[in-house]
């Protein structure tokens, strides 16, 4: 296994990574802008094909350089979730709930990601650095694609479906850390990073965790329904 590679603000790299970030999230807003209307709903799906496909080649890449461990590579994190979600939801008839899901954990997950960046058991293959950043920006794109290019909606209680569905994730996936020293969903200690939301003691740290959480989807909720943002 390798180390966990931090890019620090405020590097270079992580400016330029950033930066690269931005204009791909950008890029694929304004396309699908562009587009018809029957393509711009193709144009979906093949970037959920695009999200499967390089949810494979990362399992498929950790497999070959025998990196692959249960108690890693799980799609467990909020971020992987959020990827797993984007890949499925074109695809399920439970769109508006997963929608619901995915906006405020792709979104303010993606880009909690980007700002702080982690790579962890980081081992050298450049394909996995491109990988963090591209699946990342993936998950905020999507999201807002779906709001402001398909016109998908929040629901009135949007923010709060969000915050229960993570809860509900915490009581799975807390005793599932200590059974196989895991460290999903940082449940088990803080991130290798300094990270607004989650740093400290545990358990004292996620309980900090919580309230600012609540209070950062609601928020979130308030912004992408105001008149400015609402589409």
């Known amino acids: 296994m390798g180390e966990d590679y931090v890019i620090s603000y405020p590097s270079s790299e992580w400016f330029i990574n950033t930066s690269l970030s931005v204009i791909y999230i950008s890029s694929v807003l304004i396309i ?11 144009f979906a799906r093949s970037f959920a094909c695009f ?24 799609p467990l994190h ?8 984007s890949c499925v939801i074109l695809f399920s008839p439970k769109k508006q709930y997963l929608f619901d899901v995915l906006f405020y954990c792709g979104v303010v997950g993606g880009l909690q990601a980007i700002l702080t960046p982690l790579i962890d058991d980081y081992i050298g293959v450049k394909f996995f650095y491109f990988e963090y950043y591209i699946s990342h920006s993936s998950i905020i794109a999507f999201p807002l694609y779906l709001f402001y290019v398909l016109k998908m909606k929040l629901s009135k209680f949007s923010w709060l479906k969000a915050f229960i569905f993570l809860n509900i994730l ?35 740290y996620i309980i900090k965790w919580e309230f600012f959480v609540i209070l950062l989807l609601y928020f979130t909720y308030l912004i992408f329904n105001s008149r400015i943002f609402k589409n």
Do not use: E
Request: aromatic residues 14%; hydrophobic residues 45%.
């Open 32 to 42: 699908g802008s562009k587009l018809s209307k029957t393509n711009k709903l193709l």
């Open 78 to 85: 909020l971020c992987a979730i959020s990827h797993v979600i």
């Open 170 to 204: 915490m009581i799975f996936i807390m005793p599932l850390n200590f059974l196989i020293d895991s460290n999903y969903m940082y449940l088990s200690q803080p991130p290798a990073i300094n990270h607004p939301l989650v740093s400290g003691n545990w358990p004292y």
């Open 51 to 74: 999200l499967i496909t390089f949810l494979i080649l990362y399992h498929v890449g950790h497999l070959y350089y025998n990196t692959w461990v249960i108690n890693k590579r799980l």
